[in-house]
């Protein structure tokens, strides 16, 4: 049985997918059945990007609505790097 990559057929198409929905506005990282999305965009177009991307189940990426996380880190929470621009946001698969 040849397996399909979420219909993109190998490995390698599935990551292309992956990364072109990325750019200087949109990062994500740690996909496993969560994912930071690192942004400087409203949380409206956050999640409207992440809708769009892949992530292996069949509901899809779901912005995670606890207010606070372990730890008590909010959500969504500054960026270490660009606290004044950018936000963390986190999602499940």
């Known amino acids: 049985m040849t397996e399909r990559?979420?219909?993109?057929?190998?490995?390698?198409?599935?990551?292309?997918?992956?990364?072109?929905?990325?750019?200087?506005?949109?990062?994500?990282?740690?996909?496993l059945l969560f994912a930071t999305v690192c942004s400087d965009l409203?949380?409206?177009?956050?999640?409207?990007r992440m809708?769009?991307?892949?992530?292996?189940t069949s509901g899809g990426w779901t912005f995670v609505t606890d207010k606070t996380l372990s730890g008590g880190v909010p959500n969504p929470y500054p960026c270490d790097r660009h606290p004044?621009?950018?936000?963390?946001?986190?999602?499940?698969?």
């Not at 409203?42 to 409207?48: A, E, L």
């Not at 809708?51 to 292996?56: I, K, L, N, S, W």
């Not at 004044?84 to 698969?93: D, E, I, Q, S, V």
């Open 84 to 93: 004044k621009t950018h936000r963390h946001y986190l999602f499940a698969a």
């Open 51 to 56: 809708v769009t991307r892949p992530c292996g």
């Open 42 to 48: 409203p949380i409206r177009v956050v999640k409207r």
């Open 5 to 31: 990559f979420l219909d993109y057929g190998s490995p390698q198409a599935l990551e292309a997918a992956i990364k072109a929905t990325e750019d200087e506005h949109f990062v994500v990282y740690d996909r």
